[in-house]
């Protein structure tokens, strides 16, 4: 069964930063693109950020303006996403998603999700 | 960017009802549409792919069609378990993949 255990959330002041982690069981972690998909209270689902397999290429969404880094630990199972110079507009349930076999940005897994809040 | 305008916003069916959601997209995305059901508190759950395709262990009450620009969810026979909101998505081009804003589909 994948499982896709998150953390590193959590309540933060602005111009913070944070990890967030993911750790993937029950499949090859390696062999899979994995994402980031963000919910802003209220809000719908918005894609965040893609880290391939094969060699780690990443993609990210435009809004983010340089400070979100996506990144993967094949030898820990665990995938990151660093937020830098948090703002009120980053808070939001974060969620680690995986890609299908064939379609990296089709996400049949999901983690339970992360929430990110983010005041003074 | 390709946006997606879903509709209705709010959807209210009786269960047993057959419910129809509708995606459209602003420029073409092929057959390269995914719709997920997202209830509260929970992680979304992926239901259709390849605009047509049934995901893993979902229902034969879902079903999707459509290609080009216009995308359709239908859901036969709602039951209790189906009241959720539904996204869908585009993964044509991309970076960015995107998402529509999601309709609510509530009980009657």
């Known amino acids: 069964e994948v499982q896709l255990l998150q953390s590193g959330g959590g309540l933060v002041q602005p111009g913070e930063s944070l990890r967030l982690s993911c750790t993937a069981s029950g499949f090859t972690f390696s062999l899979y693109s994995m994402s980031w998909v963000r919910q802003i209270p209220g809000k719908g689902l918005e894609w965040v950020a893609l880290?391939?397999?094969?060699?780690?290429?990443?993609y990210y969404a435009d809004f983010l303006e340089g400070r979100f880094t996506i990144s993967r630990d094949n030898s820990r199972d665990t995938l990151y996403l660093q937020i830098n110079s948090l703002r009120a507009e980053d808070t939001a349930t974060y969620y680690c998603v995986k890609g299908t076999p064939t379609l990296d940005m089709v996400f049949a897994s999901w983690g339970l999700g992360t929430p990110v809040a983010v005041s003074a | 960017e390709t946006v997606l305008t879903q509709s209705p916003v709010t959807l209210s069916v009786s269960p047993g009802e057959r419910a129809t959601l509708s995606c459209r997209a602003s420029q073409s995305v092929s057959s390269h549409l995914a719709w997920y059901q997202h209830k509260p508190g929970q992680a979304p759950r992926l239901l259709i792919y390849?605009?047509?395709t049934r995901a893993t262990g979902i229902s034969h009450r879902f079903s999707g069609s459509g290609s080009g620009t216009d995308f359709t969810l239908t859901i036969s026979s709602l039951q209790s378990e189906d009241f959720a909101v539904y996204y869908c998505?585009?993964?044509?081009?991309?970076?960015?993949?995107?998402f529509g804003q999601g309709t609510r589909v509530e009980i009657k």
């Open positions: 390849d605009s047509s």
């Open positions: 880290i391939s397999a094969s060699d780690h290429s990443t």
């Open positions: 998505q585009q993964y044509n081009q991309w970076p960015p993949s995107t």
